[in-house]
Antibody, heavy 118, light 108 residues
Framework: EVQLLESGGGLAQPGGSLRLSCAAS????????MTWIRQAPGKGLEWVSA????????YFADSVKGRFTISRDNSKNMLYLQINSLRAEDAAVYYC???????????WGQGTLVAVSS | EIVMTQSAATLSVSPGERATLSCRAS??????LAWYQQKPGQAPRLLIY???TRATGIPARFSGSGSGTEFTLTISSLQSEDFAVYYC??????????FGPGTKVDIK
């Protein structure tokens, strides 16, 4: 069974930083691209970033480009999202998700909440 | 950037009735489209990929159609557990995704 467990969310100040983690299990992690998707309270889904299976390719939404970094450690089955220069509009539940063949998302974690407030 | 729109923000349907949800892409995405269902407090769940292929475990009452820029998700006979928000998502470019704003299906 595919399991994705996010952690690292919490309350941070504007301009601050957070590092989100996603622990994957139940599938060959190193064979799959992965992605982060967020959802602000009461809002829709917004794609944030994606990384290829071997980390050679990374992609970001324009809204986070230059502030967010995505990485993975295939030896530990871990996915990360480094969030810098936090803004109020970054407040959301952040989901870690598995990407099939580099295209659609077939499995999601339960999400970790990022709150931004001074 | 490909922009996705969903024609109805809310769709009110009676249990047992048919629900038809629409999704449009600002440019052709071929059949590279997925549909997700999200219930309150839960992560989204994949329903349909490649525009018309049901994901594992998804009941046959869910069906998808369309290609290019126009897509439809049909729920043939709404069950109580189907009242939720539905999102379309395009994946025409590798690892670049865009979601539609969502359609909430609620009880009429």
């Amino acid at each position: 069974e595919v399991q994705l467990l996010e952690s690292g969310g919490g309350l941070a100040q504007p301009g601050g930083s957070l590092r989100l983690s996603c622990a994957a299990s139940g599938f060959p992690f190193s064979s799959f691209a992965m992605t982060w998707i967020r959802q602000a309270p009461g809002k829709g889904l917004e794609w944030v970033s994606a990384i290829s299976s071997g980390s050679s390719n990374t992609y970001f939404a324009d809204s986070v480009k230059g502030r967010f970094t995505i990485s993975r450690d295939n030896s530990k089955n871990m996915l990360y999202l480094q969030i810098n220069s936090l803004r109020a509009e970054d407040a959301a539940v952040y989901y870690c998700a598995r990407v099939v063949l580099g295209y659609y998302v077939d499995s999601w974690g339960q999400g970790t909440l990022v709150a931004v407030s001074s | 950037e490909i922009v996705m729109t969903q024609s109805a923000a809310t769709l009110s349907v009676s249990p047992g009735e048919r629900a038809t949800l629409s999704c449009r892409a600002s440019q052709s995405v071929s059949s590279n489209l997925a549909w997700y269902q999200q219930k309150p407090g839960q992560a989204p769940r994949l329903l349909i990929y490649d525009a018309s292929t049901r994901a594992t475990g998804i009941p046959a009452r869910f069906s998808g159609s369309g290609s290019g820029t126009e897509f439809t998700l049909t729920i043939s006979s709404l069950q109580s557990e189907d009242f939720a928000v539905y999102y379309c998502q395009q994946y025409n470019d590798w690892l670049l995704f865009t979601f539609g704003p969502g359609t909430k299906v609620d009880i009429k």
